[in-house]
């Protein structure tokens, strides 16, 4: 039975007969909401997600482009908007600069293809995964499965070519079962591949689950980051695939997690939970919700992650080995009703407060966090290492300033544009957004005053 928890916002699949594993004793304490309310790391700055307020309802998927013309003066910087490519596909997910000034590009329902410095576009890379334009769509939403999500060079690219491209592949098998036939079922999948004459060739899958793990829960929840470190390791996050809280803290699936593998696939010798029984190898950290934001910092060494919590609760995170993030145990939102999140009850997972990592960021009221950089590019010198981090139904990108572990300084620096649901540093460290629109996405870049166009 397919029904939507809240019209427009998500949609919630049940699955007749289907039970949820229970994996531990039913307690959640009066403590575990006292250490919540203890350690708000992002609290400071709060005043600019408190503008949020006035937010509009829905996915603001048609409200207008409000695109500022002429300079915008920041805090540290003064640039202008310049538009690289118009009239993409509604649902697009990510783009990744290339050095030669090439573009590539994701399209869920469409696919991977290359915009070029003019703006001009190729068609969809022949021979790449398949993707479904199968789906509802409500409230400019898409409850569709079978997508092309994150696309990224290798650190390596220029010598060895390879592009990641994390999609999610839809079942073969599966669908051969008897109460699947009106449904497909898709899951988070990472191919490496390479482009000659606009075809993908050479492609090899670095990470994959079994079929049993392929659900036909929409792909909206995937996640669908891909992230690398210096030291030859890829992340991969998987959002709420299996439900909206199905399997999140089970260690046993693919669900809520970010995985950590070789750039070649294998499973590193060092990953956190390697060797124990009835854990996937791949498995870096967990209890994540819709992680949607996935970026490694060389100078420190740390991966960060960006998540959709429910009604509030958007969160930044330091991903540390091994870790417990807490859906769908504890959040600083609440259910779309207004409850308090406390699915440990429901899921009889007892668990101890004080293992659950706590976000760096905070980001309550939820601006609806898509992706996110650390900046270290050499057009806005003052932004290096902090964070830009983009929204969506905010419709506003953020500059974050993080020390250590604390959050010290939040800057709207431009607010109420588009949904933004990928950013990325280009050549000459111009900041790339890709900007959602009912009326067709566009890419954009941040110039700074005086930069060449
Ligand atoms: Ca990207």
């Known amino acids: 039975m397919l029904f939507f928890s809240r019209p427009g916002l998500r949609a919630k699949i049940l699955v007749a007969g289907a039970s949820m594993p229970i994996r531990r004793l ?4 009066a403590a575990a909401m006292a250490v919540l309310a203890a350690t708000t790391a992002g609290a400071l700055d709060r005043d600019v997600f408190e503008q949020l307020k006035d937010m509009p309802e829905g996915s603001a998927m048609d409200a207008p482009l409000a695109l500022p013309e002429g300079l915008v003066e920041t805090e540290l910087a003064v640039f202008r908007l310049e538009t690289v490519a118009t009239g993409l596909d509604p649902h697009a997910f990510s783009i990744a600069p290339l050095p030669d000034g090439r573009i590539l590009l994701t399209e869920k329902k469409r696919g991977l293809s290359i915009i070029h410095p003019d703006g001009s576009r190729t068609g969809p890379i022949e021979g790449a995964p398949s993707v479904s334009d199968s789906g509802i769509v409500r409230d400019g939403l898409d409850y569709g499965v079978g997508w092309h999500l994150d696309v990224a060079p290798h650190p390596d690219y220029a010598e060895n070519g390879w592009i990641y491209l994390h999609h999610t592949d839809l079942c073969g098998d599966c669908r051969k079962k008897k109460w699947m036939l009106f449904f497909s079922k898709s899951m988070n999948r ?8 606009d075809r993908w060739i050479d492609q ?13 829960y929409p792909d909206l929840g995937a996640g669908g980051r891909v992230a ?16 909206d809280y199905e399997g999140i803290q089970d260690l046993a699936t693919p669900y809520g997690k970010i995985h950590r593998v070789r750039d070649d696939g294998a499973i590193p010798s060092d990953n956190p939970f390697l060797g124990r029984e009835g854990v996937m190898p791949s498995l870096w950290s967990y209890g994540h919700r819709v992680p949607q934001g996935l970026e490694f910092e060389s100078g420190s060494g740390r991966l960060w992650g960006s998540e959709m919590g429910p009604e509030g609760g958007d969160e930044i995170n330091w991903l540390r080995a091994g870790r417990n993030y807490g859906w769908p145990l504890v959040s600083h939102g609440v259910n779309y009703d207004g409850s308090p999140v406390d699915y440990g009850k429901k899921l009889g997972i007892e668990f101890n407060p004080e293992d659950i990592e706590q976000p760096v960021v905070d980001m309550t009221p939820a601006p609806a966090v898509s992706s996110f950089i650390i900046y270290e590019g050499e057009a806005f010198p003052a932004w290096r290492g902090h964070f830009l981090v983009a929204s969506l139904r905010a419709r506003t990108l953020y500059r974050i300033v993080i020390e250590g572990e604390r959050h010290v300084h939040s800057e709207i620096l431009v607010g109420g544009m588009a949904r933004i649901r990928d950013l990325e540093t280009g050549p000459g460290g111009l900041v790339y957004l890709l900007l959602e629109h009912e009326s067709g996405s566009r890419i954009v870049r941040l110039a700074p005053d005086g930069a060449d166009d």
């Open 26 to 29: 039913l307690q959640i304490t």
């Open 190 to 197: 990472l191919v490496r591949g390479r482009i000659e004459e």
């Open 204 to 216: 090899e899958i670095i990470w994959d689950v079994d079929e049993k793990y392929y659900t036909p």
């Open 228 to 243: 690398f470190d210096t030291e030859g390791h890829v992340y991969v996050s998987v959002g709420t695939k299996g439900g």
